[in-house]
């Protein structure tokens, strides 16, 4: 099980920005504790991280909107929900395409990966997989490109 450290973290804030009614890095908090606590298989509760980050987007916060549907994404297609998995996983692809942000575009090419090996399209995983790398190597993000080319291989 990963180190729920990084949860505890971000829950922290979270919690600090959701009391003080800060939503515009709240959407943000909330879309990477998403992350955080689906790396730890309690999807559902990430799925419902997910709506919070979506609630307090606002619609030009690329990285929150990005992050909330990529993330959805993969609790979605974890539940079998592909056709609303893959529709969110094509919108999120589009609005990070739109960006020369390396780090956003890594995050949700890792994001289609886990989605897309989860709807059963192993191949176009691995394509997601080769951008990711692309993508670490080009942000010179050493973590980022092991992590991925080790989820290739188990793939």
């Not at 609303?84 to 739109?98: P, V």
Request: charged content about 30%; some cysteine; glycine content about 6%.
């Amino acid at each position: 099980m990963p180190d729920p450290t990084a949860e505890r973290e971000l829950r922290g804030a979270f919690e600090t920005l959701t009391r003080l009614g800060e939503l515009a890095f709240m959407s943000t908090a909330a879309g990477i504790l998403a992350e955080a606590v689906y790396a730890q298989a309690r999807y559902e509760e990430a799925e419902q991280l997910t709506h919070v980050s979506e609630e307090s987007a606002g619609a030009e916060d690329t990285y929150s909107q990005v992050l909330w549907r990529s993330s959805r994404a993969k609790a979605l297609a974890r539940r079998g929900d592909a056709d609303d998995a893959l529709r969110l996983l094509g919108e999120a692809a589009a609005i990070a395409e739109s960006t020369d942000c390396l780090q956003l575009r890594w995050q949700t090419a890792m994001n289609a990966a886990e989605t897309l090996r989860l709807t059963g399209r192993p191949d176009e995983a691995r394509a997601a997989l080769a951008d990711a790398i692309d993508f670490a190597e080009r942000k010179q993000n050493v973590v980022g490109a092991r992590r991925a080319r080790a989820v290739l291989e188990a793939l």
